[in-house]
């Protein structure tokens, strides 16, 4: 059974750091190319940041270029999303998403930022 755990949202301040974490399961993980996107209060889901099946390529929302890592490590199948100076606007669900034939989605991890 396919399954993504998103887990690392929380409350943080305007400034701060937050990390996500993607768990894999049910699945070959090496073959799924993997993103994560966000959903804003009161607006449609966007992409944050995709990552290809290898690692050596990244693309980012240039809402979030020069804030956030996107980075996976094959061996644990986990995906991450380091992101750094948060904005509220970045407040949102975020979700991870792979993409391997078909689309899973996991259920997502609630990020707020306000001060």
């Known amino acids: 059974q396919v399954q993504l755990v998103e887990s690392g949202g929380g409350l943080v301040q305007p400034g701060g750091s937050l990390t996500l974490s993607c768990a894999a399961f049910?699945?070959?993980?090496?073959?799924?190319?993997m993103s994560w996107y966000r959903q804003p209060p009161g607006r449609e889901r966007e992409l944050v940041a995709a990552i290809t099946m290898g690692g050596g390529t990244t693309n980012y929302a240039k809402s979030v270029k020069g804030r956030f890592t996107i980075s996976r490590d094959n061996t644990k199948k986990i995906m991450q999303l380091q992101m750094e100076d948060l904005k509220p606007e970045d407040t949102a669900v975020y979700y991870c998403?792979?993409?391997?034939?078909?689309?899973?989605w996991g259920q997502g991890t609630q990020v707020t930022v306000s001060s």
């Open positions: 049910g699945f070959d993980f090496t073959r799924a190319y």
């Open positions: 998403n792979a993409q391997l034939g078909r689309e899973f």
